[in-house]
């Protein structure tokens, strides 16, 4: 069964950081473009950051990029989202996803707040 299991998030004050862990089961995750998306309270989901099969290759969204890194771990079958400077506009429950697909982990709460 191909599962998506996330770990991490939390609470911190403005430009703090935190790590979000996609760990994958039943499947290899470098067979498959992985993405980050967020989605705050009242807001539509929105797209963070994805990371290519094939090369590794990432992408970023404006309102994130410099501050958040994606990375994968092959080794352990697990995606990362780094996030440094965390600002109150990134408060959102945060999920992978394989990019394009239903497979969605069970999302992680991230706030972020003085």
């Known amino acids: 069964q191909l599962q998506l299991v996330q770990s991490g998030g939390g609470s911190v004050q403005p430009g703090g950081s935190l790590r979000l862990s996609c760990a994958a089961s039943g499947f290899s995750l470098d067979h498959y473009d992985i993405g980050w998306f967020r989605q705050a309270p009242g807001k539509e989901r929105e797209g963070v950051s994805c990371?290519?099969?094939?090369?590794?290759?990432?992408n970023y969204e404006d309102y994130v990029k410099g501050r958040f890194t994606i990375s994968r771990d092959t080794a352990k079958n697990t995606v990362y989202l780094r996030m440094n400077s965390l600002k109150p506009e990134d408060t959102a429950v945060y999920y992978c996803?394989?990019?394009?697909?239903?497979?969605w982990g069970q999302g992680t709460q991230v706030t972020v707040s003085s």
């Open positions: 996803n394989v990019y394009g697909s239903d497979y």
């Open positions: 990371i290519n099969k094939s090369d590794g290759s990432t």
